[in-house]
């Protein structure tokens, strides 16, 4: 424990000023209680925020921008669920690209 540089009381480490003296105290040990992240019990990231992201993308995109400090695992079901859309959508226009110039190559819809 450290000790009061003006009368050499010992402080706890969560303590700013000496108990005894009232003299300011300077730990040099870290105060583990600030350190530590706190969770936030409402982030639970589970599979419908997921699912959102994925059926609206661009709403998912919006929750992870605007949740990724507060709330980084709902955050990050949204964003990969929006990834994993806009990859899909992308890959569905593609093909429905490809199946329409060959449909129309051929002559149509006759």
Do not use: H
């Not at 599979?47 to 949740?67: H, K, N, Y």
């Not at 990969?80 to 990859?87: D, E």
């Amino acid at each position: 424990m450290p000790k009061c540089n003006s009368c050499g009381t010992e402080v706890s480490y969560n303590q700013d000023f000496c108990p005894n003296c009232g003299a300011t105290v300077r730990n040099d040990q870290p105060n583990y209680m600030q350190q530590q992240p706190t969770s936030n019990p409402a982030d639970t990231g589970g599979f419908g925020w997921g699912l959102l992201g994925f059926c609206f993308p661009i709403v998912g995109l919006i929750l992870f921008l605007v949740w990724k400090q507060d709330k980084p695992l709902s955050a990050k079901a949204a964003g990969i669920g929006a990834i994993i859309g806009f990859v899909l959508n992308f890959i569905s226009i593609i093909i429905y690209v490809i199946a329409f110039a060959e449909m129309f190559s051929q002559g149509g819809f006759y």
